[in-house]
């Protein structure tokens, strides 16, 4: 039997070719890093970066994104970037801090016309001399207790269905708003620190999801360019999607402001993923969660989480 070999030129720009078919070439977003928190055999996390192809992986094992990644075992708290625990203080039912009252109505807050500084969750951290206040009343009417406690991180309040009623305390009946009121209340410069509204970020999320998942709204704490009357703030809230400013009229000081906010406004009827307003009477069951943090710079150093339970009618 015979074989015959032919041999046939090949250029070396084919041969290349070739090879550039078959080296696999890595891609930019493989190439990306992540930090995290890289927990070790005993339990305790340092800092590592990860090509982010193998985040799935390390995060499966008990690694955390940082910062503001959560920390296991400290609920509502977060890890800077050195992966050290950033923590603060709960406390239920609570009157924030004096700072953050009237001194011309003693015993209540600024905003309004009368509400009083009682029944607050509060987050405070007060070695950056912060505190982050949610309360719920009924609009026009006694403010409302939790039950719960920040066991999880998180504070459930519970709610009555329906438009805003005399039923549940309020002075007077209107099918126009909800039973219920959240107000919020953030100082600064608290335990001698030199800090003011302007030197950190403030975050308001609001929930759209009237039922068990979440869609936030972000709004932004900025200061307001325009003079203000005496007693407000100076500082309003614009939306992170739309670019607007949804509340133009905190009042306060330079180191508080505070507002009472009602599911019934527009900001927060135009993005509703489901019913709960005036067209379906504001009727349960409904579950809105509603976030406000504090951050320096990228890292968070409070947040304060509370989940409003609306009944069934």
């Known amino acids: 039997m015979k074989f015959s070999l032919e041999f046939r030129p090949v250029s070396v720009a084919t041969l290349f070719g ?24 005993n339990g305790s ?7 982010a192809n193998a985040l799935d992986a390390h995060l499966a094992h008990g690694d955390v994104l940082q910062p503001n990644g959560a ?19 709960y406390d239920v039912n609570a009157s924030p801090d004096v700072s953050a009252t ?25 070695s950056q001399g912060v505190e982050l206040g949610l309360m719920l009343l009924y609009r026009q009417g006694p403010t409302i207790q939790s039950s719960d406690n920040y066991a999880d991180g998180v504070l459930n309040y519970s709610v009555a269905s329906g438009p805003q009623s005399t039923a549940n305390g309020s002075s007077s009946n209107n099918a126009t708003r909800a039973a219920w009121n959240f107000t919020f209340s953030i100082a600064t410069g608290l335990n001698g620190a030199t800090t003011n509204l302007s030197n950190r970020t403030f975050q308001l999320l609001y929930d ?8 936030y709204r972000t709004l932004t704490l900025e200061p307001e360019l325009a003079p203000q009357a005496p007693g407000q703030s100076g500082f309003q809230w614009r939306d992170q999607g739309t670019g607007l400013v949804f509340i133009p009229d905190d009042e306060g000081t330079p180191n508080v402001t505070q507002n009472s906010e009602n599911y019934a406004f527009n900001f927060f009827q135009s993005f509703l993923t489901g019913p709960y307003g005036p067209g379906n009477a504001f009727a ?6 509603i ?7 990228a890292q968070i150093i409070a947040r304060n989480h509370i989940v409003v339970n609306v009944a069934a009618p």
């Open 18 to 41: 070739a090879l550039l078919v078959l080296i696999p070439v890595a891609s930019a977003a493989n190439a990306g890093k992540v930090d995290l928190c890289h927990r070790t055999g």
């Open 45 to 51: 996390f340092n800092s590592i970066s990860v090509n």
């Open 291 to 297: 976030i406000l943090q504090a951050l320096d710079g």
């Open 71 to 89: 920390v296991p075992g400290g609920q509502g708290f977060v890890f800077d970037s050195q992966c050290r625990p950033v923590t603060w203080s």
């Open 284 to 289: 349960g069951p409904a579950q809105f969660d």
């Open 102 to 126: 009237d001194p011309s109505s003693p015993g209540n807050l600024y905003i309004g016309s009368g509400i009083p500084a009682t029944n607050f969750g509060i987050a405070r951290n007060m």
């Open 208 to 215: 759209v999801d009237p039922g068990a998942g979440t869609n």
